[in-house]
């Protein structure tokens, strides 16, 4: 980096928020995915106004910058592919307000998930998108990927939830999108635009977001499979039975295995097992919406099918689904963690597609996935440091996002594309929507100096 | 390729384990207070992945992060990789001691530990008014924090054992000096040798300590071995008091902090409760408590050689104090009450004690 940039950065952000340390430089060279690549710098900012003189300071130097949260990312979001300055949010991390009454929070990017969480909690509120990564994950970086979770198949994800965004854009201009308002048809929706686009378009830099009341009851059932499509097909019924269960997901025969190697759960190793959670004010209320899911269990051939009758029950119900990315990674040495999404009435055929392509490939891939919204996680578990076990890993990868694609799919429900799946973009995108993407990303930054090389938008 | 350093040789399938996953910023009390990534395991974890991979040397620029963890081991308890950080921290400090890159702070400690009884190189043990060496039931050993700075809270703690006509003795007892295998060198034959032959000599068939760091080192450490082999057991001081009966009550709220070394590292968390219980019914925990307690900041050598950083975490821990409204925060670890006092603002109205000092005080008001 040149003195002089390191000079004016320091200006900007003084000399405790500026970092060229090796130790820093390494730390911000990864996030949660495959992927690697130092930055230059990084510095910590503490206002919108600091990241519009560094974006500014970015264009005319033509340094590229790139907007990280808790470097949780599973796609590459937050590397730094093409060097330059990092610019973590971490330090703006206030929760501006909470208004009960107007059903909002306003929180700074570098907010925990957990702290939001917790902030709401004693007002009977919830922030209903929650991500696997909540203890650590920020809200910045929620917008980023427009995150989803475990209670997205009723809820939704974080775009249904941000009402407005404060954001510096690539020229360093500071604006603002949306509004405080339930509801608005004003103008472009520019908020929508921002929410998944993964820090490519501008910085976040304060972020409104609707709160939900949460409801008071859950009822918890697990059911197990002994073939997967049945499954499956039990997951696309009850989606179309007229209830929508708070939860529903699956868990399939690997990771029960792994499971069972890890812990003392001793779960009955089957093809797939459906946990699925009700919600409601009244025990009447959940318990209707469950025996329907119930019913269905038993309908698509469910060998067993169990209800939790307490809140400890419930619980353990849950650490198998809980407990899958850890009990995963201690497999092997690495883990290509897949976030696709099929329509509905396909999830059975997919999770046939994945064992299948396991076989084919010899390889590790258990399945866990949020199969109430069709978004599957298989996560091949392989030794990074087998250079055939690497190609195999490729190509079971490109086997299924063909596959994918046929069916409707999409290569990611909710971790975004970042850099793992920049190459699947085409696939999945006709070049007409390709060319708009990059025209849209050209007319926020035309010097390409915000997060570049993500997305495939490097035409 | 031949691994170069012996962390590699041991933890090499760890460290390519951890997935970055990141979880470990949750419960790092080091990036708890300054948000830096380096520091946390993830951070070190890259870092070593780096030094395995040849792309980088250990050399001085990695002390910055490679000395400051306070082995609270949060980070591997809450690993769903299972790696266990704090471990190969604590070899790879020994590799970088070996091509001689150390933090000065640990350097001189161990200099210090070749020539004086104790880490802070005083040359006078503080008078506890009791007779040293005698033959007795039990040995009462103090600790370098105990017998050096926590000097009154070490005097109660004595008066208690009294007050419970414990036969116990003092020794002329030198630094156990486990400290010095988590900070890259050895522990002290030496000093070692000491310890065992005045405990030995005193007949005792128990010793007991109120310095959790120390009863580890005495139980876990081989060059201890001799105290088993002799039937001799260590106990920290919680376990030998839980079946006393005080006479004494105090309704001030009162809560808890469990040290890392007696809480996550030894798995004792109730045996402090059950004293607690019986002479503060008015009880509360701290949001972290048990296997989730934030740490001091103190341990791992921290307080030594990053002192801002760790009255900072002491500062944090100190929050959830004022959190749940508490009176008295109590504790049993010299290391612990010295941090946390020194970080107290004067704001803050809540006393810290060691469970044992807080008891004879009430005993004492009792009288």
């Known amino acids: 980096m040149e003195d002089k940039v390191k000079k004016a950065l320091i200006d900007i952000v003084g000399e405790d928020n500026f970092t060229d340390n090796l130790i820093d430089l390494i730390s911000y060279s990864k996030d949660a995915s495959e992927h690697k690549h130092r930055p230059d710098a990084a510095v910590w900012p503490g206002t919108a106004e600091e990241i519009s003189a560094i974006l500014k300071l970015a264009n005319m130097y033509r340094f590229p910058v790139t907007p990280r949260g808790a470097g949780t990312s599973l796609a590459g979001l937050a590397v730094p592919e093409k060097g330059g300055v990092i610019l973590d949010l971490i330090r703006m991390n206030k929760i501006i307000s909470v208004s009960v009454t107007d059903r909002l929070a306003v929180v700074q990017p570098g907010v925990v998930y957990a702290d939001l969480e ?3 909690e004693p007002h009977g509120f919830f922030f209903p998108p929650d991500p696997a990564s909540g203890t650590v994950a920020t809200l910045g970086g929620n917008v980023a990927t427009n995150a989803g979770g475990i209670k997205g198949a009723k809820y939704g994800t974080t775009k249904d939830y941000v009402l407005s965004l404060q954001i510096v854009l690539p020229d360093g201009r500071i604006m603002r999108t949306g509004s405080k308002c339930m509801k608005s048809s004003s103008g472009y929706d520019l908020t929508k635009l921002f929410v998944g686009s993964e820090g490519t378009l501008g910085v976040v830099t304060e972020i409104t977001l609707k709160i939900n009341p949460k409801p008071s009851l859950s009822a918890t059932a697990m059911a197990t499979f002994e073939d997967v499509e049945d499954a499956g097909r039990a997951v696309s019924e009850i989606m179309h039975s007229g209830i929508i269960p708070s939860a529903l997901e699956v868990v399939d025969q690997e ?20 946990i699925a959670e009700t919600d409601g004010h009244t025990r009447e209320e959940t318990q209707f919406q469950l025996n329907k899911v119930i019913d269905i269990f038993k309908k698509n051939n469910a060998v067993t099918v169990k209800q939790a009758t307490t809140q400890e029950e419930a619980e353990a119900l849950w650490t198998a689904r809980k407990s899958a ?95 793992a799946k920049a190459r699947f973009m085409p696939l999945e995108h006709d070049p007409v929507a390709m060319d708009v993407m990059r025209s849209i990303k050209k007319s926020f930054d035309p010097n390409n100096i915000l997060n570049p090389g993500k997305m495939a938008l490097d035409a | 390729m031949e691994a170069k350093y012996d962390f590699e040789k041991k933890y090499r399938d760890q460290v390519l384990r951890c997935s970055n996953c990141g979880f470990c910023r949750a419960v790092c009390p080091v990036f708890g207070t300054t948000l830096r990534p380096a520091y946390n395991a993830r951070g070190k974890m890259l870092i070593l992945k780096e030094v395995m991979d040849g792309t980088i040397e250990l050399n001085d620029e990695l002390i910055e992060t490679l000395f400051q963890c306070t082995t609270c081991a949060s980070c591997a308890e809450n690993c769903p990789s299972g790696v266990n950080v704090p471990d190969i921290i604590k070899q790879v400090r020994k590799d970088m001691v070996n091509i001689g890159s150390c933090h000065p702070a640990f350097k001189g400690m161990n200099e210090v530990l070749k020539s004086h009884t104790n880490i802070y190189a005083e040359d006078e043990p503080e008078d506890f008014e009791r007779e040293r060496n005698k033959k007795a039931e039990y040995v009462y050993f103090i600790g370098c924090v105990g017998s050096y700075r926590e000097d009154e809270a070490t005097l109660e703690t004595l008066d208690l054992l009294d007050r419970l006509n414990v036969d116990y003795t003092l020794i002329d007892e030198v630094c156990c000096s486990g400290v010095l295998e988590d900070v890259g060198y050895e522990i002290n034959g030496d000093l070692v040798k000491k310890n065992m032959d005045r405990i030995l000599a005193t007949g005792a068939k128990t010793v007991i300590t109120g310095c959790p760091y120390c009863s580890r080192t005495f139980n876990n450490k081989p060059q201890y071995a001799g105290l088993a082999e002799n039937g001799i057991k260590v106990l920290h001081i919680t376990q030998f008091l839980k079946d006393f009966d005080f006479g004494v009550t105090t309704d001030k709220l009162v809560t808890y902090h469990d040290p890392c070394d007696l809480g996550r590292h030894c798995g004792i968390y109730e045996e402090p409760r059950e004293i607690i219980k019986k002479i503060a019914p008015n009880f509360v925990e701290l949001r972290h408590n048990r296997v989730d307690a934030l740490c001091c900041g103190a341990g791992g050598g921290v307080r030594g050689a990053y002192a801002k950083n760790s009255i900072a975490m002491a500062r944090r821990r100190l929050e959830e104090v004022e959190e749940v409204g508490a009176e008295v925060v109590l504790t049993e670890c010299n290391s612990c009450v010295h941090n946390l006092a020194n970080a107290k603002l004067r704001k803050q109205k809540f006393k810290i004690y060691n469970i044992s000092q807080f008891v004879n005080e009430l005993m004492e008001e009792a009288e």
């Open chain 1, 118 to 120: 917790r902030a709401l």
């Open chain 1, 255 to 274: 990771t029960l295995i792994a499971i069972n190697q890890n812990t003392d759960l001793n779960l009955p190793e089957v093809e797939a097992i459906l």
């Open chain 1, 325 to 419: 990315y850890a009990v995963m990674s201690r497999i092997n040495y690495s883990l290509a963690v897949e976030d696709l999404s099929v329509p509905m009435s396909k999830v059975p055929h997919m999770l046939k597609v994945i064992s299948n392509l396991a076989k084919k490939y010899d390889l590790k891939i258990p399945t866990v996935g949020h199969a109430g919204d069709g978004n599957l996680h298989p996560t091949i578990s392989y030794d990074s440091t087998n250079s055939d076990e690497v190609k195999r890993v490729e190509q079971a990868s490109v086997e299924l996002f063909e596959k994918v694609i046929e069916l409707g799919g999409t290569v990611t429900g909710e971790h975004g594309i970042g850099l």
